[in-house]
């Protein structure tokens, strides 16, 4: 669908209001003392934050789809307001769900409508927008399970998130050290060096994993180095355009994180969790000590097998939770029971589960459904299903997040749409110890080295392909797929009923190539995205 003249117009007029206030975050260099004292204050006023967001963003907005929504279940404010009052925030959520008042994760993705009864929704990809975003950065999501959707960066958003950004870097001690981000663009790596020269910090570093040509991506190039002008002119200091490190030359980024703890004592590196693994494996194959990095890893599950990976190296490991649409959800426990336990950042978050059925699969899961609660939020959020499911508890662990009022821990974090493909499933958890613990185990290399795919046969019939990295040695290749079946038989459950259907149908096949990666440098245990 061709963009329209007036879409380019308005976005570049509020592309042109973004730079022009620009210097005022930029000269923002807010406190740690007033960051927390900001976080407190959140908390302390969580339904009142999410009354206000429902007025100001909701029932006032004829665009919202859940105006339509919440006028269909005859709720108006005061009903949200007494609701609140008799069964806190968390009970009003629940209710308004129970009468329909929700957005699953495919009619928030656009790949569905949203129907509930005679009402019948198909919400345009800007209805989820706050409307009170004026001054924005456009960007995208990761779009892992599907298009990415346009996130706006809006100045009022990013100066709401700046608390909580300068709070976790307290948390986990990474403040006044050399941190850098090997991510690519559109400009996730751009955001955090925004709010990094808002919190005062300046060894700020940005690799990137693919070099940007001006052809393809021009409108990010030319708006990227427009934003880093700003920042200069702004007094943020001279930031550089990112770094080109590709994927294969990890040992770059651990040579890097040795040479800044040699001068600073200490040094942060964020990634996904495979780019995090990749250097950490670099610095083990060439020798390198990690005693001293902090190596921060998101956008996919940190499994147990990855975690001992990284740690081995010498380097501290944290997990980190988000999504474009709300940036920081959970931030790892310093106490943690295993390799994905974060707390919930409930500050300018709620969340409920609903159970839902995995499509194509008898296997129903708890789902999170997120709701915002500052008005600032990019998008708007209420009751919103995310593709994601886990365990929710307020178990005490004694860890700073607890002493600062975040008691909700979140864990076991995995995504139900990464568990179906095409008729034939496996569940998440199951895949990973095949991929992360079995086959590494008996063939060597990592986990990095192996993954499942899918494809369709010149029948119709779905394969399952298990990549396997060139490097590896592999004797017989008959004999490695009666490896996996057997691992998967001795799993038992459902992976074991995958075991029995894959022999009869000779689905299995192995195919000698690199694991692919997505276009934000995730590496997905199982690979459902459709060739071209």
Not at 372 to 383: D, Q
Request: charged content about 25%; some cysteine; proline content about 5%.
């Amino acid at each position: 669908m061709p963009v329209q003249r007036d879409d380019v117009i308005s976005e570049l007029a509020a592309f042109a209001k973004f730079l022009g206030g620009l210097h005022r975050l930029v000269r923002r260099r807010m406190s740690v003392a007033e960051a927390l004292s900001i976080i407190q204050t959140r908390l302390d006023n969580r339904e009142a934050n999410f009354l206000t967001s429902l007025e100001g963003s909701v029932y006032t907005n004829p665009r919202s789809p859940y105006r339509a929504l919440l006028a269909m279940a005859g709720c108006t404010i005061e009903d949200v307001r007494e609701l609140l009052k008799n069964e806190g925030l968390d009970g009003t959520l629940t209710r308004l769900r129970t009468e329909g008042v929700y957005v699953s994760f495919e009619e928030f993705k656009g790949l569905t409508p949203i129907v509930r009864g005679s009402l019948h929704l198909e919400p345009a990809p800007g209805d989820f927008d706050n409307p009170s975003a004026q001054r924005y950065f456009s960007s995208t999501t990761g779009g892992s399970t599907g298009t990415g959707r346009r996130v706006r960066l809006d100045l009022k958003h990013l100066e709401a998130v700046l608390p909580t950004r300068i709070v976790v870097f307290h948390v986990q001690g990474l403040t006044g050290i050399p941190t850098a981000a090997w991510m690519d663009l559109p400009p996730a790596g751009l955001k955090g060096l925004i709010l990094d020269i808002a919190a005062g910090e300046k060894s700020r570093h940005w690799f990137i994993t693919r070099d940007f040509g001006w052809k393809r991506h021009a409108k990010y190039r030319a708006a990227t180095h427009a934003t880093l002008m700003a920042i200069r002119l702004a007094g943020g200091g001279k930031s550089r355009w990112p770094k080109h490190v590709p994927l294969e030359r990890a040992v770059t980024l651990a040579r890097w994180c040795r040479d800044q703890v040699k001068i600073h004592g200490a040094c942060m590196m964020y990634s996904s969790v495979s780019g995090i693994l990749r250097i950490a494996i670099a610095a083990r194959e060439n020798d390198i000590d990690m005693t001293g990095v902090i190596l921060r890893g998101g956008g996919e599950p940190p499994t147990s097998a990855k975690v001992a990976q990284i740690v081995a190296s010498g380097a501290t490991f944290y997990s980190s939770y988000a999504f474009s649409e709300v940036g920081t959800v959970g931030s790892s426990c310093l106490n943690a029971t295993g390799p994905n336990d974060q707390h919930f950042m409930e500050d300018h978050l709620a969340m409920i589960q609903a159970t839902r059925k995995v499509p194509g699969f008898d296997v129903e899961v708890p789902a999170f459904c997120f709701t915002s609660l500052l008005p600032t939020a990019a998008k708007m959020l209420l009751n919103v299903e995310s593709d994601d499911y886990g365990s929710v508890d307020t178990r005490p662990c004694g860890c700073t997040w607890e002493k600062l009022g975040f008691s909700v821990h979140i864990r076991d974090i995995r995504s139900f749409r990464k568990l179906t493909g095409e008729g034939i499933t496996l569940v998440g958890s199951d895949i990973e110890r095949v991929l992360d613990q079995f086959l590494p185990g008996r063939y060597g290399g990592s986990a990095l080295d192996y993954q499942f795919a899918e494809e369709e046969d010149s029948r119709g019939f779905t394969r399952i392909i298990i990549r396997v990295a060139p490097h590896i040695v592999v004797p017989d290749e008959r004999k490695m797929i009666e490896f996996v079946l057997d691992s998967l038989r001795q799993l038992g459950g459902g992976a074991a009923v995958a075991e029995a259907a894959w022999r009869r149908a000779n689905t299995l096949a192995i195919r000698r190539e690199i694991p692919a990666m997505t276009s934000r440098g995730k590496l997905l245990p199982l690979d459902i995205r459709k060739a071209g």
